[in-house]
């Protein structure tokens, strides 16, 4: 399994550098270039109401190719995940986690939603979440659970 993470790096460390062009997915072209800079909120309401793809589509990696958390063990995730979080990065994709959220759990949560679907745009990031802010049944754990914060500051 070490070679075959080994290679799944060099993978992702390819598709980091090779960031596909965002017009694939959208225009970014929100400006009216007649007026001025003006925003065209038509184009940017037809971007977000539709073409999301998936994510392994966006960065063309396939789920499959990324091998299950109970298949690996804690240093094989320890060394593919910096190279998953670098990819979606340059995707302008930014993972939200509570921190002391293990590795192994953020390995195992981003696998589960390769598959969604997400808005890939040059203009700003897309933030992906992973706790819907309900305490009782945070994925995290009472322990990691922001939610509490979150309700404390209301």
């Known amino acids: 399994m070490n070679r075959y993470i080994h290679q799944l790096i060099e993978d992702l460390d390819e ?10 997915f959208c225009s970014d072209n929100f400006f009216d270039e007649d007026e001025n800079d003006i925003i065209d909120f038509e184009l940017f309401e037809a971007i977000l109401e539709g ?13 499959d190719l990324l091998p299950p958390a ?22 302008n994709f930014d ?4 921190d002391g959220v293990s590795t ?10 390769w598959e969604d679907k997400f808005l890939y745009s ?3 990031f897309c933030t992906i979440d ?17 939610c509490k914060k979150l ?4």
């Open 15 to 24: 598709a980091t550098l090779h960031v596909q062009d965002a017009s694939e």
């Open 51 to 63: 073409k999301e793809k998936p994510l392994s589509q966006i960065v063309g990696i396939e789920r």
């Open 130 to 146: 992973f706790c819907d802010y309900d305490c009782d049944f945070c994925p995290f754990g009472s322990e990691l659970c922001s």
């Open 151 to 154: 309700d404390e500051m209301e």
């Open 95 to 98: 993972l939200n986690f509570p």
């Open 104 to 113: 192994e759990l953020k390995y195992s949560m981003i696998r589960d939603i």
């Open 70 to 91: 109970n298949r690996l063990n804690a240093q094989q995730i320890d060394s593919l995940y910096p190279h998953i979080e670098d990819l979606l990065f340059s995707y």
């Open 122 to 124: 040059s203009m700003g």
